[in-house]
């Protein structure tokens, strides 16, 4: 229900005292300085008593009001999305209190906990995709939500309240869902977060500060994973269901933006129009929410038993910095920004500012107005901005405005140091048993050449391999020639990709170690080895043409480079999925 407006006031201290009774009435409904004052005087209350508005309007009564304005539940309006983003704060909640069951912040402990989640807690897996997917959804839904608002103008007169109350959730939700990103202490985990705490270690004066205050200690420990997990458990939770409250609060205090307002009167289709009706709560609103609950819970179950799994790195490893490691994708825009200059003035300053300036909205746009055709400037700026954050965005791409080398990008996408490569991929037993050497010689513009020998260079038949390896073979043969297409330093290269058997499966019996035999009376293999060479014509900048050139020798002979690196593949990681089996059960050596 709105508020009573406060008498004109005409001198700056009468407005300053309006402007107060304003703000006390609209945190204690309708009790404004003249009850307060009376209260603090033991004053009897006049009849009707105005204390006793304070519970008549008070946030409990009007949670939810007997009839809802048509206009309000219009889903064409809103889409459902302020109301979407409360329903995904629950489900976090609910399944975060049943994950927080099984897991210890203990980085001793904490990996192997969301490994035990994903293979021995009953429906953990659902638990655990439904959280992490939940979160991502939650902040795409927010911003939705601040993007529909942003365009029918509700942040104006008398809704600017809400809409700061907004901003702020926007920002805890961004916060909240960052900060369960270390809980799994993973590689992922480890690397987010140390680049998330070192940006705020660049801010002056207090940068250090802040960054120990994050970290707990000097490093990423045990200190920085209790901090996260209990301002992703407790503090952040609590803050944003307290602003929640309030932002609803407001809401129904306010009632919705009525849609009329967004067209003229004299609109031909009649959209300017007014309407009083009103939507009853029961049973036509709870009935259409109750069913939206359910549609919604079970297609998210759906989506998250089905069809979508989240990843679960290899375990934190300070000494390995992954290849490419990327924010959130609601953090690629500040990704980007950094990859622009000054790590303070577009990371500290300019990027905060984009989150705090939305903020002061309702302030700096002056147009009264929230007719369409009246607000073309902040439409267009509406649109402006929306690129602008795209563009920033695909910047925060790892592979944007980064000098890839050709060498470095293909070791780490066929068998990286960390992680699964494109090696790992093709099933352990489809890969060749004894020594193969697929290599392959590329030039720019030409077709490349390929052999398949073993290891003393005798030709392989072609048959005797599976088809995934023949695959694998295909996807090694064009990323090669794909990086020696774009990158110039990556110049007439012979490219290996070796596997071989590396040792063979035992199992102790009787007290003795006996390799165990396959069903042919070879001995069965436990780990290959996958080996990818490249050599290529080393280069130099000339100084002064900038042109890259090849290194020569005293002779005029090409300089050559050499990167290998290796991978060993272990026949348990390959037992398909191997996460669905018993995960603390001892394995059998012959699975
Ligand atoms: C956890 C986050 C949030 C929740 C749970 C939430 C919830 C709601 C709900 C239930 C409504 C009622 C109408 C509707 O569904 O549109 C609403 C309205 C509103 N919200 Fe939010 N909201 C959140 C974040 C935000 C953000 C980030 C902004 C903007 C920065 C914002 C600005 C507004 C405004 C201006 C209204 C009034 C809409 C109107 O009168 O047409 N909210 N919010």
């Not at 603090?40 to 008070?58: F, L, Q, W, Y």
């Not at 539940?73 to 099984?102: D, H, K, N, P, Q």
């Not at 250090?208 to 992703?232: C, E, K, M, P, W």
């Not at 073993?454 to 023949?470: I, Q, Y």
Request: no cysteine.
């Amino acid at each position: 229900m709105a508020t009573r407006p406060a008498r004109r006031p005409e001198g700056p201290v009468q407005r300053l005292k309006g402007a107060l009774v304003e703000a006390s009435r609209s945190i204690f409904p309708s009790m404004g300085a003249a009850e307060w004052r009376s209260v603090i005087r033991g004053e009897a209350a006049p009849r009707p008593n105005p204390r006793m508005r304070v519970h008549t309007n008070s946030f409990w009564y009007h949670i939810r009001p007997r009839a809802l304005p048509l206009e309000a539940t219009a889903w064409y309006y809103t889409f459902g999305l302020g109301w979407m983003s409360f329903f995904f704060f629950v489900l976090e909640a609910i399944t975060g209190a049943i994950l927080m069951v099984y897991y210890t912040p203990s980085p001793l402990v904490a990996y192997a906990d969301m490994q035990k989640i994903i293979s021995d807690v009953p429906l953990g897996r659902l638990l655990r995709n439904m959280h992490r997917l939940g979160a991502h959804v939650m902040v795409a839904v927010v911003i939705l939500h601040m993007l529909r608002t942003y365009f029918t103008a509700s942040y104006k007169a008398p809704r600017q309240f809400i809409w700061v109350t907004g901003v702020i959730l926007l920002i805890l939700t961004l916060v909240l869902s960052f900060s369960g990103y270390l809980l799994p202490w993973d590689q992922l985990a480890y690397w987010a977060v140390t680049i998330g705490s070192s940006m705020a270690e660049a801010a002056p004066l207090f940068g250090s500060a802040t960054n120990l205050l994050l970290r707990g200690g000097v490093d990423i420990g045990a200190g920085t994973l209790l901090r996260f997990y209990l301002l992703h458990i407790f503090a952040l939770p609590m803050l944003t269901l307290l602003l929640i409250s309030i932002h609803y609060y407001a809401v129904r205090k306010q009632e919705i933006s009525p849609i009329h307002e967004l067209f003229a009167p004299d609109n031909p289709r009649g959209w300017g129009k007014p309407t009083r009706r009103k939507v009853p709560f029961l049973p036509d609103q709870v009935f259409f929410e109750i069913a939206l609950i359910v549609l919604l819970t079970f297609a998210f179950v759906a989506i998250n038993y089905f069809f979508w799994d989240a990843h679960l790195e290899s375990h934190a490893n300070p000494g390995v910095t992954p290849q490419h490691t990327k924010a959130p994708w609601y953090f690629l825009w500040l990704q980007g920004m950094l990859k622009f200059g000054d790590k303070i003035l577009f990371g500290l300053i300019l990027g905060p500012l984009v989150l705090l300036v939305p903020m002061f909205l309702p302030y700096l746009d002056r147009n009264p107005s929230r007719r369409f055709a009246d607000r073309k400037v902040a439409l267009a700026s509406g649109v402006l901005s929306l690129i602008f954050l795209g563009y920033v965005s695909y910047a925060g791409w790892p592979t944007y405005g980064i000098q890839q080398t050709g060498s470095q990008e293909i070791l780490t996408d066929f068998v990286p140091i960390e992680g699964e490569g494109i090696v790992d991929h093709v099933t352990w037993s489809e890969l060749p048993s004894t020594p193969v050497v697929y290599q392959v010689k590329a030039t720019i513009g030409g077709d490349p050449t390929t052999t398949i020998t073993d290891s003393n260079g005798n030709p392989v038949p072609e048959e005797s391999l599976s088809a995934e390896t023949h695959h694998l073979f295909d996807e090694f043969r064009e990323h090669v020639q794909h990086w020696v297409e774009i990158d110039n330093r990556f110049r007439n290269p012979t490219a290996t990709l070796a596997i071989e058997p590396w040792t063979y499966l035992q199992r102790e019996e009787g007290g003795e170690t006996q390799v165990v035999l396959g069903p042919n009376g070879q001995p069965e293999l436990a780990i290959k080895k996958a080996t990818v060479t490249l050599v290529f014509e080393a280069t130099e900048v000339n100084e002064e043409t900038g042109e890259v050139v090849t290194r020569t020798t005293a002779t005029g002979e090409p300089e050559y480079s050499r990167s290998q690196q290796a991978d060993f593949l272990h026949r348990d990681s390959h037992l398909g999925n191997n996460l669905e089996e018993n995960a603390s059960a001892p394995r059998d050596a012959q699975d």
